[in-house]
């Protein structure tokens, strides 16, 4: 079964960092570019980190660009997010996806079941 | 930055019925437009990408049209399990912008 299994969400204050991890399964994780997605509690979709098969290509949105770094051990068939100077407008559920090359379009076809982040004093 | 707005925010439709979802790019995006649905607790779907191809799985109701900066998610027959948040999503230009979201309800 393809799968993406996200861990490491919990409870931080403002200032203070979180690396969060994402286990791939069930497909050559090594072929596939990755995303990290966040929902912050009632709100939409965020994309915030992406991630070439290799790891040689790397985007963030600005909103998180110089605090989270993203990336990938492909011998592991693991993602992940190292969170810094974290914010209470980081709150989120955090994502990570599959992005696959469709038609010469990107979609992100498989989805983890998303790890909660709660900043806060 | 490209900003993708969802409209209507909220659409009340009975079982049974047709809903048509549309989302507006602040610029063209091409056909480079996906679609995705994502119920309660759950993580996102996805449904359509390039504008009009449906992914592995999705029922024939859902359809995908547009072009530019204007796009169209149709349910052609709703059915219970439709009933979700719909979000479109351009893979043009990054950052890959979402929409804010359509929740489709029951009327």
């Known amino acids: 079964e393809v799968q993406l299994v996200e861990s490491g969400g919990g409870l931080v204050r403002p200032g203070g960092s979180l690396r969060l991890s994402c286990a791939a399964s069930?497909?050559?994780?090594?072929?596939?570019?990755m995303n990290w997605v966040r929902q912050a509690p009632g709100k939409g979709l965020e994309w915030i980190a992406y991630?070439?098969?290799?790891?040689?290509?790397?985007y963030y949105a600005d909103s998180v660009k110089g605090r989270f770094t993203i990336y990938r051990d492909n011998a592991k068939n693991s993602l992940f997010l190292q969170m810094n100077s974290l914010r209470a407008d980081d709150t989120a559920v955090y994502y990570c996806?599959?992005?696959?090359?469709?038609?010469?379009?990107?979609?992100?076809?498989?989805w983890g079941q998303g790890t909660l982040v709660t900043v806060t004093s | 930055e490209i900003v993708m707005t969802q409209s209507p925010a909220t659409l009340s439709v009975s079982p049974g019925e047709r809903a048509t979802l549309s989302c507006r790019a602040s610029?063209?995006?091409?056909?480079?437009l996906a679609w995705y649905q994502q119920k309660p607790g759950q993580a996102p779907r996805l449904l359509i990408y390039?504008?009009?191809t449906r992914a592995t799985g999705i029922p024939a109701r859902f359809s995908g049209s547009g072009s530019g900066t204007e796009f169209t998610l149709t349910i052609s027959s709703l059915q219970s399990e439709d009933f979700a948040v719909y979000y479109c999503?351009?893979?043009?230009?990054?950052?890959?912008?979402f929409g804010q979201g359509t929740k489709l309800e029951i009327k």
């Open positions: 996806a599959r992005d696959i090359q469709l038609l010469g379009s990107d979609a992100f076809d498989i």
């Open positions: 069930g497909f050559s994780f090594s072929d596939y570019e």
């Open positions: 991630i070439s098969n290799r790891g040689l290509t790397i």
């Open positions: 610029q063209p995006v091409s056909n480079q």
């Open positions: 390039v504008t009009s």
């Open positions: 999503q351009q893979n043009n230009d990054w950052p890959y912008s």
